[in-house]
């Protein structure tokens, strides 16, 4: 049993571009010995490791699961292990075993144990080529034509079941691509706009999986943060939706954030050579309608493209600068 007033917080995939990070803001809140990371496989990397306990789970082995929730005392899960959609579509087997199987897992481990609350992310991913491409509408088409869409769209519909069918507490956004200076992402179709910063600050040029013109909607990681735990703290009596909200910080293609790096490094050059991934952008909005996210919630981003862009580089470069990139 969890300590009465305290929340016990399990983080799966921990070792993530957003469970890396969102781990050490939830430590930072909440205490480290409350707040335990959870990973696959991936070794932490010693901030994680040293600031609270970290255990090793296969979301797709409920007893994995089962076993440290009780360990914990776990009222409280982010549940953030998932395969993303490039990795999705040259793996769909594995793709559907990690997103549907494990969010089972994770729910009915958590129905069990009358959990406190839940978070399940899902994506962009969610909508597809029918799905009107600019100000995506909160209530829309929803026919994703990749295995990670389809997965988020019957995880966004499993989340909410559980929500009314046993009243566990399953709260949810569709995340835009996520920006981030601290943990690479891994197999997504919006790593590009990542990568571009890493390889911008070390070597002054980039190659672009996706063509110059591909608008999809992106967010920076504080932003990314900002919203996970607000919804988590939000009052349930003001939630109208659950586990499906929109979320928006800003939209650009390659070729509008190569301009914005190059205010700040004008030599750097990005070159185009757009590959399967570029099917997979092209069935994903540009711009979302966030507006059920800002009146039932109070969400508004802090971050804008020309803050994103100064603020990557100058952290980025300062690792360069120390040789830690
Ligand atoms: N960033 C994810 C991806 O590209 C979208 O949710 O797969």
Known sequence: MSKIGTKIILVTGACGQIGSELTLALRAQYGGDNVVATGHRTEPDPELRDSGPFAFIDVSRRETIESVVDRYGVDTIYHMAAILSATGEQKPQLAWDVNINGLYNVLEVARERQMVRLFCPSSIAAFGPETPRDNTPQ??????????????????????????????????VRYPGIISSETLPGGGTTDYA??????????????????????????????????????????LAQLKHHSDFNLAAFSFSPVELVAEIQKHIPDFVCEYEPDFRQEIADSWPRTIDDSAAREEWGWEPDYDLPAMVADMLEKLGQRHAEGRL
């Open 194 to 235: 990542v990568e571009i910063f890493y390889e911008a600050t070390k070597h002054g040029r980039y190659t672009c999986f996706l063509r110059e013109d591909t608008v999809l909607p992106m967010m920076y990681m504080p932003d990314c943060i900002k919203a996970t735990i607000d919804l988590m703290d939000a009052d």
């Open 139 to 172: 209530e829309t088409i929803l026919r994703p034509k990749t295995m990670y869409g389809v997965t988020k769209v019957a995880g966004e519909l499993l989340c909410d079941y559980y929500f009314h069918r046993f009243g566990l507490d399953v709260r949810g």
